[in-house]
Nanobody, 124 residues
Framework: QVQFVESGGGLVQPGGSLRLSCAAS????????MAWFRQVPGKERQFVAA????????LDADSVKGRFTISRDNAKNTLYLQMNSLKPADTAVYYC?????????????????WGQGTQVTVSS
């Protein structure tokens, strides 16, 4: 069985930075394509970024491109999201997700496993 636990969320001022982590338990972390999604109350879960199992390929949402960087350290079984130049519109609960059989990385319901979410609030 695999589990994913997120950390690193919090309150930050506009223009600030945060790094989110998603620590995986269980074996075969490198077999999963991983992604970050975010969600605000009353809205659908929104794709943020995805990364292949090896870490060699990434895909970023247009809304975060150039500001956020997804990465992974398979030796540490950990996924990261470095968030720079944060805006109030980035405020959301951020979730990591794992997909054993990648198809379309931007579609939330195709992912097999999800973390519990971590709150990111960008406000002055």
């Amino acid at each position: 069985q695999v589990q994913f636990v997120e950390s690193g969320g919090g309150l930050v001022q506009p223009g600030g930075s945060l790094r989110l982590s998603c620590a995986a338990s269980g074996r075969s972390f490198s077999s999963y394509a991983m992604a970050w999604f975010r969600q605000v109350p009353g809205k659908e879960r929104q794709f943020v970024a995805a990364i292949s199992g090896s870490g060699t390929r990434t895909l970023d949402a247009d809304s975060v491109k150039g500001r956020f960087t997804i990465s992974r350290d398979n030796a540490k079984n950990t996924l990261y999201l470095q968030m720079n130049s944060l805006k109030p519109a980035d405020t959301a609960v951020y979730y990591c997700a794992a997909d054993l059989s990648p198809r379309d990385p931007v579609v939330a319901y195709l992912y097999d496993y999800w973390g519990q979410g971590t709150q990111v609030t960008v406000s002055s």
